[in-house]
């Protein structure tokens, strides 16, 4: 193995008095963007999906899944994938004394909705079905209105677990 490291040794030298980094660099780079160019696409399977919903017919997405419209303003992880549901926390958890609010539409009927996205707390995080959506989201001088914060900070325990929407009621209409 002694010839093995002579021979790269030698390579490696003879290419660091030739060659710059910056160059080196570019020629990587290079090869990198072509290769990703020329290489085909692997082909995807997309049989599974297709069998899941009947042929015309839309599947409705459920309280366990991010497009559910309650989860409009939220981010965290869904607590109905942690052992909870959209509006309760799972066992062993508390609400946060604190909560963000945001405007959802449900596409059923139309109607615009005020959800109160509440932190569950008192365990490490769930680590299921992480969403995060920003709609509405106003900086963080508007408090309740600013969903990239650990609502548990006033309970305490301030360890987050995983995010409930509860449904607070039918948005009113600006005049």
Not at 75 to 97: I, N, R, W
Not at 162 to 174: F, I, M, R, S, Y
């Amino acid at each position: 193995m002694k010839w093995f490291d002579a021979f790269f040794e030698r390579t490696s030298r003879r290419a660091a008095q030739q060659v710059s980094r910056r160059s080196s660099l570019v020629g990587i780079g290079r090869l990198l963007v072509g290769a990703a160019l020329t290489l085909p696409v692997l082909p995807f399977d997309r049989v599974a999906r297709a069998a899941d919903a009947p042929p015309g017919k839309k599947k409705e997405p459920d309280d366990g899944q991010c497009d559910y419209w309650r989860y409009c303003a939220l981010d965290g992880f869904l607590c109905s994938c942690c052992g909870g549901s959209v509006s309760t926390c799972p066992p062993g958890t508390e609400a946060s004394k604190v909560a963000w609010i945001g405007t959802c539409r449900n596409p059923k009927d139309g109607k615009d909705y005020l959800i109160s996205y509440n932190d569950c707390c008192g365990k490490n995080s769930c680590g299921r079905c992480l969403c995060n959506f920003n709609l509405g989201e106003r900086p963080a001088y508007r408090m309740g209105l600013h969903n990239d914060i650990n609502w548990c900070m006033a309970n305490t325990s301030t360890m987050f677990h995983c995010t409930t929407a509860v449904l607070v009621g039918e948005a009113e209409k600006a005049s």
